[in-house]
């Protein structure tokens, strides 16, 4: 299947501070990705969905401003998130997705966020 | 809008015993439906999916899914458990046309005993 890399896959920051986390397509061209967010012990939770060149869509409660999306490229979408406080710490995990509204998305390997 | 039901957030089986996940899903257009894995501070890996045609869908690593429209039903399945199936099983639902936008169930750990 298609490779999806997300990096990096452990990050620890200070409260305050900005991280960005890094979801590329290796092997094919993502229309569309998808940033999920999960808690210990608990299921995936759509944040957005990004197509390149466009702005993401975001999900009903979750910040925009603090959980910013780049999708520039066909390869490449980023997540940034902003002003990181504790209770930002969690599981983040991309989804890439090829060509065609239909097509299967690929999970990246997950970015595990403390905030400190 | 799509959504799902995992019935059981913990289901524990001895080694060698049947495994059934039960997965039931909402959908107001024909779903797509999947099963992943996940280990510990891993990310998703894909069992298996229905999009479309046969209904009964075999997987990897020995599970099958059966899709069920009448029951709304998905249940992953495998005939012997092994110590190496221990982990967490989402089931997710996307709309057929939306196919890479999912909705994941609760999830389900998987115990294996000796």
């Known amino acids: 299947g298609a490779v999806v890399s997300q990096h990096p896959s452990r990050v620890i920051c200070k409260s305050g501070t900005s991280v960005k986390i890094e979801c590329r397509s290796l092997?094919?061209?993502?229309?569309?990705m998808f940033w999920y967010r999960q808690f210990p012990k608990q299921s995936l939770m759509l944040m957005a969905t990004?197509?390149?060149?466009?702005?993401?869509?975001?999900e009903q409660g979750v910040e925009k401003d603090k959980f910013l999306i780049n999708h520039a490229s066909l390869t490449l979408s980023t997540l940034t998130v902003t002003s990181a406080h504790p209770e930002d710490s969690s599981f983040y995990i991309c989804?890439?997705?090829?060509?065609?509204?239909?097509?299967?998305?690929?999970f990246g390997q997950g970015t595990r966020l403390t905030v400190v | 809008a799509q959504s799902v039901t995992q019935l059981g957030s913990h289901v524990s089986v001895s080694e060698g015993a049947l495994v059934l996940l039960r997965c039931n899903y909402s959908?107001?257009?024909?779903?797509?439906l999947f099963w992943y894995v996940q280990y510990p501070n891993q990310g998703l890996q894909l069992l298996l999916k229905?999009?479309?045609?046969?209904?009964l869908v075999k997987g990897i690593n020995g599970f099958e899914a059966e899709f069920k429209k009448s029951e709304t039903s998905f249940h992953l399945t495998k005939p012997s458990a092994h110590m190496s199936d221990a982990a967490e099983y989402f089931c997710?639902?996307?709309?057929?046309?939306?196919?890479?936008?999912?909705?994941f169930g609760q999830g389900t750990e998987l115990s294996v005993k000796p």
């Open positions: 959908s107001s257009v024909p779903p797509y």
């Open positions: 997710a639902v996307s709309a057929g046309n939306q196919g890479g936008k999912l909705i």
């Open positions: 092997d094919f061209q993502a229309t569309t």
């Open positions: 990004s197509n390149e060149g466009s702005k993401a869509t975001y």
């Open positions: 229905y999009t479309t045609g046969a209904t």
């Open positions: 989804s890439a997705q090829g060509q065609g509204a239909a097509a299967e998305a690929f």
